[in-house]
């Protein structure tokens, strides 16, 4: 009996961590700042960064990024331009493993707002976790709202 008991102990000591470390790493978690100098009020169209290199997969990506930011954008009174803007908005990413190109999943997804300059970082916001980029996935899309629920600081 005594050995059955430790031989259970043992499993539930190996198999405990390792559910900790999937659920954990499933989460998504939400970040902003911003320059609480900077007044948001006057600043009313925006413009996207050029994104990665032609060919890169990550292009696609940024695409997405881009479609779905667009009308909760819109909803908050801002207008995409490509006059001139007052505000550019550029996408980071960072792909999960590190250094593949070719992931679905993203490790961090994040945007960056700055004065039309493009200079002067007014605002950043970005999730971190696991994000799924596969199209039939919800992630990338809830990982996009919950950023951009934020923006602008109010």
Not at 8 to 14: F, G, M, P, Q
Not at 60 to 89: C, H, M, S, W, Y
Request: net charge neutral.
């Amino acid at each position: 009996m005594l050995g059955r008991k430790s031989g259970t102990w043992r499993l539930v000591a190996a198999v405990v961590p390792l559910v900790v470390v999937f659920v954990g790493g499933c989460a998504t978690t939400i970040n902003h700042t911003y320059d609480p100098s900077a007044n948001f009020g006057p600043l009313r169209s925006y413009a996207w960064a050029p994104g990665s290199p032609i060919y890169s997969q990550t292009r696609l990506i940024e695409a997405n990024v881009q479609f779905l930011a667009d009308p909760l954008l819109e909803t908050k009174g801002f207008k995409r331009t490509t006059d001139t803007p007052d505000l550019i908005i550029t996408v980071r990413l960072e792909n999960y493993p590190a250094g593949t190109s070719e992931s679905y999943e993203l490790r961090m997804l994040g945007l960056d707002v700055y004065r039309a300059d493009g200079k002067t970082l007014i605002w950043r916001g970005a999730a971190s976790g696991s994000i799924s980029t596969n199209a039939a996935s919800s992630d990338l899309k809830d990982a996009v709202q919950a950023i951009l629920a934020t923006f602008p600081p109010g």
